[in-house]
């Protein structure tokens, strides 16, 4: 019978069309290779149940350092992509492989497994053809996969369905869609103790087309929900937060209201739900007539339109959200697709079916979200989408730099997309690079643009899969040398006085005589400059209360609402003592980050990875004199690398004079000086997460059921990781699960920054010992936050353009 499957197998060998070409890129043979590699577990949106998010460390993790000085730990923050079973792979797990060996190669070195596994599968003959034909289905991957490194990554398929399901008991808890602020609360008792409700989320992009019209327009995409039990007990809360606002004018409040729409069908009929509460931007629904697949949609609708008005849209502010979409790894030819939403949820992952190369349409493709921007637009109008490469070896093609879209399309609520092909010019070695979106709205001359990063270029595939025969004999072409031009042209930072608008007169004296960080003094009658009208909660000496970011005497710092009464520029009598320049501004808003907690190859790693101009880097951090001819060869190839060796270089200066110089600090106030404002929030949140653990030790679990309520078997779900052999997480190690559980809570967020900080800091507050009374960095970060718009509008000039 062995002899037999041999001779099949030799005949299929012959009469397959595609053995003899392609069979030595078909990524079943090859997964049977990489099967014993070890797998990860898939990321659950629930966070009670996500206890395992980080993959072991080295053994230097448990090096800890704090106020001002770094963590040695090389993987603790580095995110483990997810991986399918062996029989499911595709190209772009292969690519991930490769990533995970050019970082670990001591750890992937071919297994010589192969023969082995080839063995069994010629023996039995149904587990080849099943094994055959899954993967076909499941990839595609019949494909020259040499040849995939110079194609504009049509091999890169995936699922694609955002979707969530998760398993809750008695206790109930949260389910969140991932990268999205659509939620579902399960309160206590839903179900009955000992059984369970498994709770799946879907969103559907493209809303029902019926509620988009003159009188209504979809502010959510189509909502899925499912439920697996319907023995319940309590209703169930979906809370969803949409980009738009009714307005505040009397007609606005009357005519129109933010709306949930439910049905039972995916195709209707919906009807309008009651039990609904919103709350500025945030609406939640009371779910109580359940099934086991229910839809939701939500809306504005408008009772009627009143002229002035001529739609819906004009009762209402409303953002709209865009986002960029790629392929995982660029190439020498690729496509960028620009996509407008009807909502503010910006999947990570786009099925694009309408894809055509070489006057073909292609089949189906996954895109990856590159960069995504929302901006106000008052009225559905006609817009034109351009593309500009910054970089001197890539162009958009010509007929593609400018593109329209109808006032009609944005109508619908329907996504709109519009493709944009990039090429490489002349035959340099690839590399990422940044282009330039710029959203015109045609008829106001409105103009919004952002930068996008492109994601790094395929790598090598050797060593993975084999090179066919014709093409090892190849000679190896060598490209021409990278142009060292710097990709990204940085605002100019202007040491101007600050331009307020709002002030404040002290209603009463405040003087402590225990000084407070970040509280400012004041005696009656004062004028406080207040750097905008939002509000900050912290605690004070004893009680949690609302503040205003203000500045007095030179000093940048907290100011008790209720003791002040707010005014505007015009009414200020004497504004001498709340004058600051935006030079005493950026230093004064990164001082929490003198006694921050670190992770020094994070942030290297972070810097290295945003900062795309190592020269405007240099100049801010005091090393106008680098020249090109400072670098070594092994720091002359990227970019990136240029700029990790400015970083490196100002660590080792700090070092040298610890007693006056904070690494952190320093580079903080630099990325503020080029208006890196997105990577200085991505490192205060990081930073804070981490100090936080640092400073709850065991008091995380307290902090665990404030914030989201964990039960006692949960708690130590997140701790048993790291138990020592006593079976007991010791003292000094406390913090590790206290930042596995803050670092999934944070996820969340998603983009909102503001709301981690603020959650944070009202949760540690609330705690029988607060932290926070003597601990106040949290506080000089929610300060930070608050006054970056006012530093990036008086220190750039509105003529250059900003990160």
């Given at each position: 019978?062995?002899?037999?499957?041999?001779?099949?197998?030799?005949?299929?060998?012959?009469?397959?069309?595609?053995?003899?070409?392609?069979?030595?890129?078909?990524?079943?043979v090859?997964?049977?290779?990489?099967?014993?590699?070890?797998?990860?577990?898939?990321?659950?949106?629930?966070?009670?149940?996500?206890?395992?998010?980080?993959?072991?460390?080295?053994?230097?993790?448990?090096?800890?350092?704090?106020?001002?000085?770094?963590?040695?730990?090389?993987?603790?923050?580095?995110?483990?992509?997810?991986?399918?079973?062996?029989?499911?792979?595709?190209?772009?797990?292969?690519?991930?492989?490769?990533?995970?060996?050019?970082?670990?190669?001591?750890?992937?070195?071919?297994?010589?497994?192969?023969?082995?596994?080839?063995?069994?599968?010629?023996?039995?003959?149904?587990?080849?053809?099943?094994?055959?034909?899954?993967?076909?289905?499941?990839?595609?991957?019949?494909?020259?996969?040499?040849?995939?490194?110079?194609?504009?990554?049509?091999?890169?398929?995936?699922?694609?369905?955002?979707?969530?399901?998760?398993?809750?008991?008695?206790?109930?808890?949260?389910?969140?869609?991932?990268?999205?602020?659509?939620?579902?609360?399960?309160?206590?008792?839903?179900?009955?103790?000992?059984?369970?409700?498994?709770v799946?989320?879907?969103?559907?992009?493209?809303?029902?087309?019926?509620?988009?019209?003159?009188?209504?327009?979809?502010?959510?995409?189509l909502?899925?929900?499912?439920?697996?039990?319907?023995?319940?007990?309590?209703?169930?809360?979906?809370?969803?937060?949409?980009?738009?606002?009714?307005?505040?004018?009397?007609?606005?409040?009357?005519?129109?209201?933010?709306?949930?729409?439910?049905?039972?069908?995916?195709?209707?009929?919906?009807?309008?739900?009651?039990?609904?509460?919103?709350?500025?931007?945030?609406?939640?629904?009371?779910?109580?007539?359940?099934s086991?697949?229910m839809?939701?949609?939500?809306?504005?609708?408008?009772?009627?339109?009143?002229?002035?008005?001529?739609?819906?849209?004009?009762?209402?502010?409303?953002?709209?959200?865009?986002?960029?979409?790629?392929?995982?790894?660029?190439?020498?030819?690729?496509?960028?697709?620009?996509?407008?939403?009807?909502?503010?949820?910006?999947?990570?992952?786009?099925?694009?079916?309408?894809?055509?190369?070489?006057?073909?349409?292609?089949?189906?493709?996954?895109?990856?979200?590159?960069?995504?921007?929302?901006?106000?637009?008052?009225?559905?109008?006609?817009?034109?989408?351009?593309?500009?490469s910054?970089?001197?070896?890539?162009?958009?093609?010509?007929?593609?730099?400018?593109?329209?879209?109808?006032?009609?399309?944005?109508?619908?609520?329907?996504?709109?997309?519009?493709?944009?092909?990039?090429?490489?010019?002349?035959?340099?070695?690839?590399?990422?690079?940044?282009?330039?979106?710029?959203?015109?709205?045609?008829?106001?001359?409105?103009?919004?643009?952002?930068?996008?990063?492109?994601?790094d270029?395929?790598?090598?595939?050797?060593?993975?899969?084999?090179?066919?025969?014709?093409?090892?004999?190849?000679?190896?072409?060598?490209?021409?040398p990278l142009?060292?031009?710097?990709?990204?042209?940085?605002?100019?930072?202007?040491?101007?006085?600050?331009?307020?608008?709002?002030?404040?007169?002290?209603?009463?004296?405040?003087?402590?005589?225990?000084?407070?960080?970040y509280?400012?003094?004041?005696?009656?009658?004062?004028?406080?400059?207040l750097?905008?009208?939002?509000?900050?909660?912290?605690?004070?000496?004893?009680?949690?209360?609302?503040?205003?970011?203000?500045?007095?005497?030179?000093?940048?710092?907290?100011?008790?609402?209720?003791?002040?009464?707010?005014?505007?520029?015009?009414?200020?009598?004497?504004?001498?003592?709340?004058?600051?320049?935006?030079?005493?501004?950026?230093?004064?808003?990164?001082?929490?980050?003198?006694?921050?907690?670190?992770?020094?190859?994070?942030?290297?790693?972070?810097?290295?990875?945003?900062?795309?101009?190592?020269?405007a880097?240099?100049?801010?951090?005091?090393y106008?004199?680098?020249?090109?001819?400072?670098?070594?060869?092994?720091?002359?190839?990227k970019?990136?690398?240029?700029?990790?060796h400015?970083?490196?270089?100002?660590?080792?200066?700090?070092?040298?004079?610890?007693?006056?110089?904070?690494?952190?600090?320093?580079?903080?106030?630099?990325?503020?000086?080029?208006?890196?404002?997105?990577?200085?929030?991505?490192?205060?949140?990081?930073?804070?997460?981490?100090?936080?653990?640092?400073?709850?030790?065991?008091?995380?679990?307290?902090?665990?059921?404030?914030?989201?309520?964990?039960?006692?078997?949960?708690?130590?779900?997140?701790?048993?990781?790291?138990?020592?052999?006593?079976?007991?997480v010791?003292l000094?190690?406390?913090?590790?699960?206290?930042?596995?559980?803050?670092?999934?809570?944070?996820?969340?967020?998603?983009?909102?920054?503001?709301?981690?900080?603020?959650?944070?800091?009202?949760?540690?507050?609330?705690?029988?010992?607060?932290?926070?009374?003597?601990?106040?960095e949290?506080?000089?970060?929610?300060?930070?936050?608050?006054?970056?718009?006012?530093?990036?509008?008086?220190?750039?000039?509105?003529?250059?353009?900003?990160?």
């Amino acid at each position: 019978k062995i002899s037999s499957h041999k001779n099949f197998f030799t005949n299929f060998k012959s009469t397959n069309p595609f053995w003899n070409e392609l069979s030595a890129s078909n990524p079943f043979v090859h997964d049977i290779a990489a099967s014993n590699r070890n797998e990860t577990n898939r990321y659950l949106s629930n966070l009670k149940e996500k206890t395992h998010l980080f993959s072991k460390v080295s053994s230097n993790r448990d090096s800890l350092a704090s106020s001002g000085d770094e963590l040695d730990i090389d993987c603790l923050l580095r995110k483990t992509s997810s991986r399918r079973s062996g029989r499911s792979k595709s190209v772009s797990d292969f690519l991930d492989i490769v990533d995970n060996q050019r970082l670990h190669p001591h750890k992937t070195m071919p297994q010589k497994t192969i023969v082995s596994d080839m063995t069994r599968l010629q023996n039995d003959r149904e587990a080849y053809k099943m094994a055959w034909l899954s993967q076909r289905q499941l990839t595609r991957s019949c494909l020259d996969l040499e040849a995939m490194s110079h194609s504009p990554g049509w091999a890169q398929t995936q699922a694609t369905d955002i979707h969530v399901v998760c398993k809750l008991n008695y206790e109930g808890g949260s389910v969140q869609l991932p990268d999205s602020d659509i939620n579902i609360h399960v309160p206590v008792g839903h179900v009955l103790p000992g059984e369970f409700q498994e709770v799946g989320l879907k969103a559907i992009l493209n809303p029902p087309s019926s509620f988009n019209n003159e009188l209504s327009s979809t502010l959510s995409p189509l909502i899925e929900l499912t439920l697996s039990n319907l023995n319940t007990r309590e209703a169930i809360f979906l809370e969803v937060k949409v980009a738009a606002k009714v307005k505040n004018d009397p007609l606005s409040q009357v005519m129109s209201d933010i709306v949930c729409f439910y049905s039972f069908s995916k195709e209707g009929p919906f009807k309008k739900l009651e039990n609904c509460y919103t709350y500025q931007d945030t609406i939640q629904v009371k779910l109580t007539d359940l099934s086991h697949v229910m839809y939701a949609v939500i809306a504005v609708q408008a009772n009627k339109i009143q002229p002035p008005a001529t739609n819906v849209w004009d009762y209402v502010h409303r953002m709209v959200s865009v986002g960029i979409y790629g392929p995982k790894y660029i190439h020498p030819s690729f496509t960028a697709v620009f996509t407008v939403f009807g909502h503010n949820y910006i999947p990570g992952k786009l099925t694009i079916c309408d894809i055509k190369k070489g006057g073909k349409n292609m089949p189906p493709v996954v895109f990856q979200l590159w960069g995504k921007h929302t901006f106000l637009l008052e009225k559905p109008q006609d817009l034109n989408i351009s593309l500009v490469s910054c970089d001197p070896d890539f162009e958009v093609k010509m007929e593609d730099q400018s593109k329209n879209i109808k006032e009609e399309d944005l109508k619908t609520g329907e996504m709109v997309r519009q493709q944009f092909l990039f090429s490489m010019l002349g035959c340099r070695e690839m590399h990422f690079f940044v282009f330039l979106v710029q959203i015109k709205v045609l008829k106001s001359n409105q103009v919004t643009q952002f930068h996008v990063t492109t994601p790094d270029p395929a790598p090598k595939l050797c060593g993975i899969i084999s090179r066919p025969k014709r093409l090892q004999n190849r000679k190896e072409i060598k490209s021409a040398p990278l142009l060292l031009i710097p990709t990204v042209k940085y605002p100019k930072f202007q040491d101007n006085t600050l331009s307020v608008n709002t002030y404040g007169v002290a209603l009463k004296t405040v003087l402590r005589q225990n000084k407070i960080d970040y509280l400012l003094e004041y005696f009656k009658g004062d004028t406080i400059a207040l750097l905008g009208e939002d509000k900050v909660k912290a605690i004070g000496q004893t009680k949690i209360k609302e503040w205003y970011v203000g500045i007095l005497r030179k000093k940048i710092g907290l100011v008790r609402c209720k003791n002040i009464k707010v005014i505007s520029k015009e009414q200020a009598m004497d504004t001498a003592d709340s004058e600051l320049t935006t030079r005493n501004l950026a230093e004064q808003i990164a001082l929490p980050f003198k006694k921050l907690t670190y992770i020094y190859s994070v942030v290297l790693s972070a810097v290295s990875e945003s900062v795309c101009d190592w020269r405007a880097l240099a100049e801010v951090l005091g090393y106008s004199h680098m020249s090109l001819d400072d670098f070594n060869e092994a720091h002359a190839d990227k970019e990136s690398e240029r700029v990790a060796h400015v970083v490196k270089r100002m660590k080792e200066d700090c070092h040298a004079n610890k007693k006056k110089r904070l690494f952190l600090y320093e580079l903080i106030v630099a990325l503020l000086k080029i208006d890196c404002q997105g990577l200085v929030v991505r490192l205060t949140q990081d930073t804070i997460i981490l100090t936080s653990a640092v400073k709850l030790g065991k008091y995380w679990r307290e902090l665990a059921e404030k914030l989201a309520r964990l039960t006692k078997q949960q708690i130590e779900a997140y701790e048993i990781p790291h138990q020592g052999k006593n079976g007991a997480v010791a003292l000094e190690m406390m913090w590790k699960p206290a930042y596995d559980f803050l670092y999934t809570w944070a996820a969340h967020y998603g983009d909102s920054y503001r709301d981690v900080l603020q959650d944070l800091q009202s949760a540690l507050d609330k705690m029988k010992n607060p932290v926070t009374k003597h601990w106040r960095e949290l506080t000089g970060t929610l300060i930070l936050v608050n006054c970056m718009d006012v530093l990036r509008a008086s220190a750039f000039s509105k003529m250059e353009e900003g990160e």
